[in-house]
């Protein structure tokens, strides 16, 4: 099964970067280019332990969905979030916090896995390892961008 593994520093307290990652506003303003929006379940604010959101994208030419929960949560310094229905056999995300001098490091461990056997291992491989970690990095980067300005403020203290 293919593992990607990134990790990120960013420069603000682990409590904004916690929050800022489960925030489903900030999640959509960070996937834009894919036209990414929250249908149903949890919509708007922070997604909580046990909460799912379904997610509609546009994707590989193709407007898909995606319904994730929150299967564990150990505010702040982490949280899962497991496909419940979605194109994947299996998706599975941990976001890990840790607090290190002048900020956060977050580590991003995901796991997935495509159906259609040896055709999907394939693509697995020759694509869709590195267009996923694509998304986490640009994900990160919206994190990183409101969390070390004070951007953050407009969507944590209303």
């Known amino acids: ?6 990790t990120t520093f960013i420069e603000a307290p682990q409590n904004v ?21 929250a249908v149903s379940g949890t919509t708007s604010g ?17 407007t898909r969905f995606l319904t994730i929960k929150i299967s564990q949560m150990q505010t702040p310094s982490f949280f899962e979030d497991v496909m419940e229905k979605g194109d994947f056999k299996l998706f ?11 900020g956060t490091i977050v580590i991003d461990i995901l ?17 869709l390892s590195r267009y996923l970690k694509q998304l986490i990095e640009q994900r990160n980067k919206t994190i ?11 969507l944590l203290n209303p």
């Open 111 to 127: 796991r997935f896995e495509s159906p259609y056997g040896v055709i999907g291992k394939l693509f697995n491989t020759v694509y």
């Open 1 to 6: 099964m293919p593992t990607i593994h990134l």
């Open 92 to 102: 599975e995300h941990e976001h890990h916090f840790k607090p290190a001098q002048n």
């Open 46 to 62: 922070l997604i909580q332990e046990g909460g799912s959101v379904t997610w509609k994208a546009k994707h590989l030419f193709k």
């Open 144 to 154: 990183r961008e409101y969390a070390e300005s004070k951007k953050w403020e407009a």
């Open 17 to 37: 970067v916690f929050d800022l990652s489960r925030h489903i506003g900030l999640h959509k303003i960070s996937q834009q280019q894919h036209k990414e929006e």
